[in-house]
């Protein structure tokens, strides 16, 4: 069974930074570095938000609007893990944040869909707030 676990969430004063982790194991996650690798958040009453993802390689990544220029998704496949540094943090960036991982698709088109990931982690909490 794969599993994604998050660490590295916490209480930040707006203008902080947080360093989220997402490390990733199993008997079936035989190659990381087959999956894309996304980050979402949530806030109670609302769907998944895309945040980030990265590719097979890291040779690629996007981000949403509202974190662009303030966050960087990277990963290191030896270590199975990817990352999210998020600097400059708002009040309204605070939610539960997921990684999540898309063993199945073929190309980056639809990377920023919550419903294309196959496995996702328990989530770490980032409260913003001074």
């Known amino acids: 069974q794969v599993q994604l676990v998050e660490s590295g969430g916490g209480l930040v004063q707006p203008g902080g930074s947080l360093r989220l982790s997402c490390e990733a194991s199993?008997?079936?996650?035989?190659?990381?570095?087959?999956?894309?690798m996304g980050w979402f958040r949530q806030v109670p009453g609302k769907e998944h938000e895309f945040v980030a993802y990265?590719?097979?390689?890291?040779?690629?990544?996007a981000y949403d609007d509202s974190v662009k220029g303030r966050f960087t998704i990277s990963r290191d496949n030896a270590k199975n893990t990817v990352d999210l540094q998020m600097n400059n943090l708002k009040p309204e960036d605070a939610a539960v944040y997921y990684c999540?991982?898309?063993?199945?698709?073929?190309?980056?088109?639809?990377?920023?869909?919550?419903?294309?990931?196959?496995?996702w982690g328990q989530g770490t909490q980032v409260t913003v707030s001074s």
């Open positions: 999540a991982a898309d063993g199945e698709s073929v190309g980056l088109g639809f990377a920023d869909r919550a419903d294309h990931y196959d496995y």
């Open positions: 990265i590719s097979w390689k890291g040779g690629t990544t």
């Open positions: 199993g008997g079936t996650f035989s190659d990381f570095s087959d999956y894309i």
